[in-house]
């Protein structure tokens, strides 16, 4: 049985040679002739498609507003396929990932499929950050999905099928992280179910730097104190005073611990594990929203 046709759609904001390296990657992918692939150029001066390239996948420009859900639906309104597939920009899908998603063929009622996510392997003696993304699972569907009645799919690596999605709007266009949550909450409320696609996998390229790592956590966490907002009882706040006592105790006990069996992984999750809760939690303080800009598409 042939699986549905597919529009999938990159958001991007970068470089010119990091858009260039995007568009090579999804050029592996397999796709059938009812199947269309897009990048969405969200960079607010944007990121110009050399002149030379040979790339067929072709980059739609839309910064209007700055925020990945309003490059998602500007991407997503230039397809007619059955189903979408969102995959971020810093990331490698498999090359059969299409076919991957549609084996089995989900349920009439099911909107979403989540797809799986890998974390970079990194050697041991890698940089802190990325090592640490990778030995902790940091964009496993998992940890969404461990929220219970409020778990949802990352648009990390995400199918959506068109007619749901059209149903309830798409995307909020309007804040700047957890607009996968919000419309997966949407989706639920309207009668839509999800399902789990771990074998339909991208691999995740981890920040490499700390100020990199903590800015996206500092983002998380104000799009999760959204949702809270939201849908009250979602993604409920942690005590501050209670968060940095825990995080003392676990930077002191586990890097005695590590250090006394010279495992520098132990080490890494001792440091950073507490790093990724407080910026988490502080980030729940910053503004979520961002108001559209004047200017061209």
Do not use: K
Request: glycine share 10%; aromatic share 8%; net charge positive.
């Amino acid at each position: 049985m042939p699986r549905p046709s597919v529009d999938v759609v990159v958001p991007f904001r970068g470089t010119p040679a990091e858009l260039e390296e995007v568009r090579h990657r999804l050029e592996q992918l397999r796709r059938d002739s009812g199947d269309s692939v897009v990048v969405v150029d969200n960079t607010p001066r944007g990121a110009a498609v050399a002149a030379s390239s040979a790339s067929p996948v072709p980059v739609l420009r839309a910064a209007r507003v700055a925020t990945p859900g309003y490059a998602r639906n500007r991407g997503a309104e230039r397809g007619s396929a059955q189903w979408l597939v969102f995959i971020d920009a810093d990331t490698v899908p498999a090359v059969d990932l299409l076919d991957r998603y549609f084996d089995p063929p989900p349920q009439e009622q099911t909107a979403l499929l989540a797809g799986g996510i890998l974390d970079e392997a990194v050697p041991a003696r890698a940089g802190a950050v990325a090592r640490y993304s990778y030995i902790r699972g940091a964009m496993s569907q998992d940890n969404t999905f461990r929220f219970g009645r409020w778990g949802f799919p990352q648009t990390a690596n995400t199918a959506c099928r068109r007619s749901a999605f059209e149903a309830v709007g798409g995307f909020r266009e309007d804040i700047r992280a957890a607009e996968d949550a919000d419309l997966t909450y949407r989706l639920r409320a309207a009668g839509w179910g999800d399902e789990r696609r771990e074998r339909a996998t991208v691999v995740h390229h981890s920040r490499s730097t700390v100020t990199g790592f903590i800015a996206q956590n500092l983002c998380h966490g104000a799009g999760g104190a959204w949702l809270d907002r939201q849908y009250p009882g979602s993604i409920p706040p942690r005590r501050r005073l209670g968060l940095a006592w825990w995080g003392a105790r676990t930077v002191v006990g586990g890097l005695a611990s590590a250090v006394w069996s010279r495992d520098r992984d132990a080490a890494l999750r001792a440091l950073l594990d507490p790093v990724d809760e407080l910026a988490y939690e502080l980030g729940r303080s910053l503004s979520n929203e961002r108001p559209a800009r004047r200017g061209p598409m």
